[in-house]
């Protein structure tokens, strides 16, 4: 019997050597739940920190009010219930898994017309630190509503503003914040051929109840402010118009005698 469990102990400390990740998981999987919010105490709101990096303006649809738009989007908060001294996992301080073994938020942009998630599950997976950091990384292409004014085009300029925040967690549940500096960033921006980015910021709200006046949600919109390059109407457009409506009055000035007057604008 002692053989047998000497044995057994040697054959588990072979496997845990070969493959420490798998173990991490189930010790990860044992410790939180994909269907419960984590938390260390009672009423305690998890910090959901949100950053979006503009990739490509894709497309601006003035008929039918829309932009769109390629993000690299990020997400993080932070597990109470995850954490492991890598020490004693072979030195492991990070790992990939699986995003339907843990708990992930429902971020949604608010005035999107798809009805697509900000944190679409699939392909992306977290990523977990060693001290219960989870990261979540995703790149998409979405529409976003937007009003545009073309007064003045091809001299216009547009603003669109879009919220990102949970559907259904009240702010003593989930608080989206930004994160830091670099939440709403143009670092990674494809230049576009017909307009140009003058701003894109980020700002935080916090909803309050009409009757108590108490915070029960929050927030964070996004600005993109972004102009329109005229070189090409001007070109193509304005400067032919202007030269053959010039050329159309000088036909006033042609002598009715000289016979080139219907020539003249037959050529125009």
């Known amino acids: 019997m002692l053989f047998f469990s000497l044995t057994l102990v040697v054959i588990?400390?072979?496997?845990?050597?070969e493959?420490?990740?798998?173990g991490l998981i189930d010790r990860i999987i044992g410790n939180s739940s994909a269907r419960v919010r984590?938390?260390?105490?009672?009423?305690?709101?998890?910090i959901i920190y949100t950053s979006l990096s503009l990739y490509q303006l894709v497309r601006v649809d003035e008929?039918?009010?829309?932009?769109l738009l390629h993000f690299w989007s990020e997400i993080n908060w932070k597990n109470p219930n995850i954490h492991w001294n890598p020490k004693d996992w072979l030195n492991i301080s990070r790992i990939v898994i699986d995003?339907?073994?843990?708990?992930?938020p429902d971020i949604h942009f608010f005035n999107q017309p798809t009805g697509q998630q900000f944190n679409e599950r699939f392909p992306s997976w977290p990523i977990i630190s060693s001290d219960g950091t989870i990261r979540l990384l995703k790149q998409y292409s979405t529409d976003i509503e937007c009003s545009m004014q073309v007064t003045y085009f091809p001299f216009d300029s547009q603003s669109c503003a879009f919220e990102v925040g949970s559907w259904t967690h009240f702010i003593s549940e989930v608080d989206v914040r930004p994160k830091g500096s670099e939440a709403a960033s143009l670092n990674f921006f494809k230049s576009n051929s017909e307009f140009e980015i003058t701003n894109f910021s980020v700002s935080y709200n916090v909803f309050l109840s009409s009757e108590t006046q108490e915070a029960i949600g929050s927030s964070l919109t996004f600005t993109l402010d972004f102009k329109r390059k005229p070189i090409y109407f001007v070109l193509n457009v304005i400067l032919p118009s202007f030269m053959i409506n010039f050329l159309c009055v000088l036909n006033?000035?042609?002598p009715s005698?000289?016979?080139?007057?219907?020539?003249y604008v037959l050529a125009i």
């Open 257 to 263: 005698n000289s016979g080139e007057k219907v020539s």
């Open 63 to 67: 008929a039918n009010q829309r932009v």
């Open 19 to 22: 493959y420490p990740a798998q």
């Open 38 to 46: 984590p938390r260390s105490i009672a009423n305690e709101a998890s």
């Open 12 to 17: 588990l400390q072979n496997s845990f050597a």
């Open 99 to 104: 995003p339907e073994l843990i708990w992930i």
């Open 252 to 254: 006033f000035f042609i």
